[in-house]
């Protein structure tokens, strides 16, 4: 039998190895051993962004997208008790992105759903999309576009130069804003191969 | 061959040609009664109604006003082999209860039939 993986934060592990910016983050897996390490982590923060991971759980998964760090150890150590990973990330507030959406990634195409400010769930779950662009793979050229106008083609193509690293049949999720660009999850897609 | 009149045009989501009569569904309770082949059209298909499409067996197409390639919906629609036309606004209005339509889920373009 496969042993039961925490997905969510391999997903990020993933990003980071692709080389894609994200939020200063740390897991936790017990507490009691890495208590120094929250320490350090919240150090100098007011306010931090706690998500967590179950095995193999896709189902929601407590969080606390604004955590106050005098409330963050005592919010971390219940739910690690209830047997979640916690993903500890310097807080990046919602409703200030330029633009938030994903990146379907094939073999010769990028597919990219915009939105402006929120929650990239609202994508996903509740199909708030505002802009559909499909852009070539290999000279980055828009082949189609629908919609919105959320960022400059410059700074679209800036963002694709970067997802060209990851492999077909992903969906990236990230967010532009004033302070620069994070990306949030990697999921693979094989449905996506009938899109080629 | 007669040119096939245009209704409407969405995001083509998930492949695949198809023709049979409308059905508005906005619940789980509409997806669950649909006991006839149509083609369902809702505003969006959020999480909760996907287990009930999943079920369906008389369900040939799909089509939302709101909606991409990358939402739960696409992926679902995507798995079981049935054609999905998403962000194809107003077609909660443009399309009526048992309205005969085409649809083409790779192009994103729904004919009249």
Redesign the interface.
């Known amino acids: 039998m496969k042993p039961k993986r925490f997905l969510k934060i391999e997903s990020i592990k993933k990003l980071q190895k692709y080389g894609l910016p994200i939020p200063k983050t740390i897991f936790i897996f017990d507490f009691q051993k890495q208590e120094k390490e929250i320490d350090e982590f919240l150090k100098n923060r007011r306010y931090i962004t706690v998500r967590s991971d179950k095995r193999e759980d896709t189902d929601f998964c407590p969080h606390w997208l604004g955590c106050s760090v005098k409330k963050a150890k005592n919010f971390i150590r219940k739910i690690t008790l209830q047997g979640y990973a916690v993903i500890l990330h310097e807080m990046v507030p919602i409703y200030r992105e330029r633009a938030s959406g994903n990146i379907l990634v094939l073999k010769k195409y990028f597919f990219v759903e915009l939105m402006g400010v929120g929650p990239l769930t609202w994508i996903t779950r509740e199909g708030k999309v505002s802009e559909w662009i499909k852009v070539r793979k290999n000279d980055l050229k828009e082949v189609s576009h629908t919609g919105k106008r959320f960022l400059k083609k410059k700074e679209l193509k800036n963002i694709l130069k970067l997802a060209k690293r990851v492999p077909p049949y992903r969906v990236l999720e990230f967010s532009l804003r004033p302070e620069g660009l994070y990306f949030w999850q990697i999921i693979e897609d094989k449905t996506s191969k009938n899109l080629e | 061959m007669p040119k096939k009149k245009i209704i409407l045009t969405g ?2 989501a ?2 695949g040609e198809i023709g049979g009569r409308v059905e508005i569904v906005n619940s789980s309770k509409e997806i669950n009664g649909l006991k006839e082949c149509r083609i369902i059209v809702s505003s ?4 909760d109604l996907l287990p009930e499409i999943k079920k369906n067996k008389y369900i040939l197409g799909m089509v ?1 006003d ?8 696409a ?1 679902v629609a ?2 079981l082999g049935i054609p999905y036309i ?2 194809a606004m107003n077609a909660t209005k443009l399309l009526s209860k048992n309205k005969e339509i085409n649809m083409d889920g790779r192009k994103g373009i729904i004919y009249e039939a």
Do not use: Y
């Open positions: 995001i083509g998930s492949p969006f298909l959020t999480p939302t709101r909606g991409g390639r990358t939402c739960h919906a992926i995507r798995e998403a962000g």
